[in-house]
């Protein structure tokens, strides 16, 4: 339901980012976020939403940063106003919306007859969604976390699916500009909470993007070689990888874990 016991500060820099509209123009919703944290909403604003209409989405979120995050689906209580998203059928929400308009009184006498049909939910596809794992063929190397995080506010859809964008403490031997991709692949082998393993295939210098949260404790290998992760877009891992045909593999191996 959006509560996380824990999450890295570069996933919630990365989240305040994606609520950027609404908690620029709403002081206590960011408050509320960015000093209490461990809940990760599309928050509403402090007033609610205005009006009886459809909720403009790009008012309040940045769908582009939704997409590289590899959210597919949005569930709200309100109908979206978005081209990007298209609302998926549903066999109950009209029973549910009448439902919803009735008086309370005549809820009630409903809810006493067994009568329940819920509150009525709008799920979203979200049809600009960047795959889990993807290659990037240029690299922005940025000054700090504030002058990156900009980027990522202000980048389009199709820059944030060809781009890895990396604060220069983090770009260590990486090329700014690496030459343009022809072309290249990801097929996912097998994953779990704390193992993938992937096959790419690219025809020219490459940085995989795997939009999983970066940590130290996360360790990779490139055809059977360690091979270094690092931050990218703020909160995610990076790989660089040269041309050809690759076998990578990302491990979760933290200090703390249970070894028999």
């Known amino acids: 339901d959006g509560y996380a016991n824990l999450y890295p500060k570069r996933y919630q820099d990365y989240w305040e980012a994606v609520i950027g509209p609404l908690i620029n123009s709403d002081r206590e919703r960011y408050d509320y976020f960015h000093y209490w944290g461990n809940r990760v909403y599309l928050f509403a604003p402090t007033g609610g939403f205005q009006g009886g209409s459809d909720v403009r989405f790009k008012d309040y979120y940045r769908l582009e940063l939704l997409s590289l995050a590899n959210v597919r689906y949005l569930v709200s209580p309100r109908p979206v106003d978005d ?33 329940n049909p819920g509150m009525p939910l709008y799920i979203y596809e979200n049809h600009e969604v960047t795959p889990r794992y993807f290659l990037a063929d240029h690299v922005k190397i940025l000054n700090d976390k504030v002058e990156l995080l900009t980027e990522l506010a202000t980048a389009t859809h199709q820059e944030l699916a060809s781009s890895a964008y990396l604060e220069k403490t983090d770009a260590t031997n990486i090329a700014s500009h690496p030459p343009a991709s022809g072309g290249g692949s990801v097929s996912v082998l097998n994953r779990t909470s704390h193992n993938v393993q992937l096959t790419v295939t690219n025809t020219s210098a490459a940085i995989l993007i795997a939009a999983n949260l970066y940590s130290p404790y996360w360790k990779a290998t490139v055809d059977g070689q360690p091979a270094r992760i690092f931050p990218t877009d703020e909160a995610f891992q990076g790989i660089s990888l040269e041309a050809g045909l690759h076998q990578v593999e990302l491990s979760y191996q933290p200090p703390y874990a249970f070894r028999p």
Request: proline share 3%; glycine share 4%; no cysteine.
């Open 83 to 115: 081209d990007r998203l298209s609302l998926l059928p549903s066999t109950v929400r009209e029973s549910q919306v009448k439902w919803a308009a009735q008086s309370k009184s005549k809820k009630m006498l409903s809810l006493l007859r067994g009568n």
